[in-house]
């Protein structure tokens, strides 16, 4: 069961007239929320980005964070799965084709959940293949845009040599997969980008660095060079869907050794460990009240 603009109602009945400006120009924002246990993961850092994105693209949010979370509460329970992920959409509406705003138009809000699958064994035991690009999309990165198209080519470019991800550069320096972010480790100190207009600031990349942070693992924020990546001792990638997962191949060179490495195995494993904590505590919490 989807949600579209107040109703609840079967995927396949859900449409959306073509005059949305989702459809015409891309203009519109959203959200990838995971949901463990049937708990949403980090809602309330979900809900600040996606506050975010609506001011980079000067829509209002329809919604308080309140109503956010009982309408995404209904989603979750309208659906089957422990696990699910939910995907938030909203345009600025439908209007005559005009590049202009249009006035006093309600926006579309579209929201759906899809099963949330682990990563293989097989990938996390192997790693995963990357390939590089230049990161040739626009200087807003940080605003979870609709208009996907940039990231959708680049991103075909590792479908196309059946790898996983397209890891790319601005100028020379790292920014994040076509749909990911990306961590390198040298000499046993994970290393960060920082987080700016050049790349979208993951939620999976703050519960990384909180991890490493809590845990006592080295870590930098900084500039990282396409030869350090090129020569890193471990690439690890991060996202919703796919938590952490190492990249044990770039282009055809190997990373490190070709295996994942100890930081990424360490990580993978407090991230499971911080989940599972966090959602039966959630669970626990529910239970009780
Ligand atoms: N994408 N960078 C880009 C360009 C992304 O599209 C994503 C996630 C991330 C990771 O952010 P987070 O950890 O908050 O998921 C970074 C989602 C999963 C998607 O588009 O499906």
């Not at 749909?179 to 987080?195: C, D, G, H, Q, R």
């Not at 693992?217 to 030869?227: A, C, G, H, L, S």
Request: glycine share 6%.
């Amino acid at each position: 069961m989807i949600y579209l603009n107040g109703k609840f109602m079967p995927i396949e009945e859900a449409f959306v007239p073509v005059l949305d400006r989702g459809f015409i120009f891309g203009d519109g924002v959203y959200e990838v929320i995971p949901v463990y246990s049937r708990q949403p993961f980090r809602l309330t850092a979900h809900l600040k980005r996606l506050q975010h994105s609506l001011d980079g693209i000067r829509l209002n949010n329809p919604f308080s964070n309140d109503v956010w979370k009982k309408i995404l509460e209904q989603v979750i329970i309208n659906n089957e799965g422990e696990d699910q992920y939910l995907y938030l959409h909203i345009t600025r509406g439908v209007a005559k084709r005009d590049h202009a705003f249009p006035e006093n138009v309600l926006p579309t809000i579209f929201i759906m959940s899809n099963p949330l699958l682990q990563p293989s064994q097989e990938l996390l035991k192997s790693g995963a293949s990357a390939i590089t690009a230049v990161d040739n999309r626009w200087i807003r990165c940080d605003v979870k845009a609709i208009s996907l198209l940039p990231n959708v080519l680049l991103r075909q470019l590792a479908v196309d040599v059946h790898a996983v991800e397209t890891i790319l550069f601005r100028n020379g320096f790292l920014t994040e997969g076509a749909a990911s972010n990306i961590f390198i480790v040298k000499e046993e100190i994970l290393l960060a980008p920082p987080k700016s207009n050049l790349m979208l600031p993951g939620i999976t990349y703050d519960v990384v660095l909180e991890l490493a942070e809590d845990n006592q693992i080295p870590y930098e924020i900084r500039e990282i060079t396409e030869t350090e990546v090129s020569i890193a001792d471990e690439i690890l990638l991060t996202s919703s869907t796919k938590e952490i997962m190492p990249i044990t191949l770039l282009g055809n060179k190997p990373v490190g050794d070709g295996k994942p490495g100890e930081l990424f195995k360490r990580l993978h494993a407090l991230y499971q460990e911080y989940k599972a904590t966090r959602m039966r505590e959630q669970v626990t919490n529910r239970l009780t009240n």
